[in-house]
């Protein structure tokens, strides 16, 4: 039996190509579980993966795709049997690991967690990565005193895949979410998942000369990093927390110590590739709760397998707005 997959090819130090081939079983990676793939995501990284720079890929041919969500064909876990429907976020998947732009898949057990109640496979991946990323986020918060009644939280990057979720979630609970983007046209689109207000990226993505402002947001969510996180930094109130987990930006940080000292303010990392089994399952649990459905369900532009090199490159480039969720078994 084969199956169609995405591959990734390297020629020489400077060409990487992706074509649709037919592969058999016996060339997937070793794993303790196979899974047959409904639904994919196309991500930031999944971009980076695709360029020639090797920043993540190291050995080709290579199957890119961080996440998916499909149904047990056969394993050797006992937690998993023929039949489940489960979800694989992270955990390296789709960079040393072949992951989800195919129609079959092998991994470790340790990776899966079994489909939320209440979630589709198709909702569970028009979440995926980016929404765990989200949820995980706003957990952070919420672990470090964050309730609604506080004032607005800032969203960034907020047009693009964590920054949708992370609005949608945070308006659900009723907090006041000013939602980042560069993107006039996306205005709409965020107030319709639960945006109070919109702020134009240029106010936020320049480096002050002040390492403090007047003090603005209760929280945030930082999606982008680089000069925007630095800037965020010298507004936050007295105590209040930032999660940052996105680098769209640049991982260079043109910050002051003073937000810290002075301030108090919180810097928490939001890794979803090491994020303990616990918090993810926690984190699934409450995106499943606390997303409003309807709200998800327009977050997702649907595409098929031979459409990501061209989505991975947009995404790129800031183009994509919500989540790209692909079928791969559709033609």
């Known amino acids: 039996m084969t ?14 190509s992706a074509s649709i081939q037919q592969l058999a079983e016996e060339q997937l990676p070793a794993g303790d579980v196979t ?22 890929v190291r050995n080709y041919p290579h199957v890119a795709g961080i996440d998916f969500a499909g149904i047990v064909e056969s394993s050797t876990d006992a937690r998993f049997q023929p039949g489940d429907k489960v979800v694989l976020t992270g955990w390296n998947v789709g960079e040393n690991h072949w992951g989800g732009f195919a ?8 990776w899966l967690v079994p489909l939320p109640d209440g979630l589709t496979l198709e909702r569970a991946m028009a979440i995926g990565t ?32 964590v920054g949708s979720i992370a609005t949608a979630m945070l308006g659900k609970l009723g907090y006041e ?10 205005a709409d689109y965020l107030k319709s998942l639960g945006a109070s207000r919109i702020v134009p990226r240029d106010e936020i993505n320049t480096v002050s000369k002040k390492p403090l402002e007047t003090a603005v947001w209760a929280g945030c969510v930082d999606a982008v990093g680089g ?16 999660a940052a987990v996105g680098l769209a930006g640049g991982a260079d940080l043109p910050a002051s110590v003073i937000p810290f000292l002075l301030r108090g303010v919180n810097l928490l990392g939001i890794d ?31 595409a098929k397998l031979s459409d990501v090199p061209r989505l991975a490159e947009e995404i790129l480039q800031g183009k994509v707005k919500g989540r790209v969720v692909v079928d791969v078994n559709a033609d």
């Not at 899974?35 to 720079?53: E, F, P, S």
């Not at 129609?103 to 340790?110: F, G, I, S, T």
């Not at 979803?272 to 089994?277: C, K, M, N, R």
């Open 3 to 16: 199956f169609d997959a995405l591959v990734i090819n390297k020629s020489g130090e400077a060409t990487v």
């Open 272 to 302: 979803t590739v090491l994020a303990p089994t616990e918090k993810r399952l926690v984190a699934w649990q409450r995106l499943a709760r606390d997303l409003p459905m309807d709200q998800l369900d327009a977050m997702i532009q649907p």
């Open 130 to 161: 980016a929404g765990l990323a989200a949820g995980l986020s706003v957990l952070a918060l919420e672990d470090h005193g964050l309730k609604p009644d506080q004032g607005e939280v800032l969203v960034t990057g907020a047009a693009g895949g």
């Open 35 to 56: 899974v047959a793939i409904q639904y994919t995501t196309v991500n930031y990284k999944d971009g980076l993966c695709m360029q020639a720079n090797g920043l993540f």
């Open 227 to 242: 000069a925007m996180l630095a800037r965020v930094l010298g507004q936050m109130k007295y105590g209040a927390s930032v």
């Open 177 to 186: 979410v000013a939602a980042v983007t560069g993107r006039p046209e996306a």
């Open 103 to 110: 129609q079959k898949a092998r991994v470790k057990a340790d």
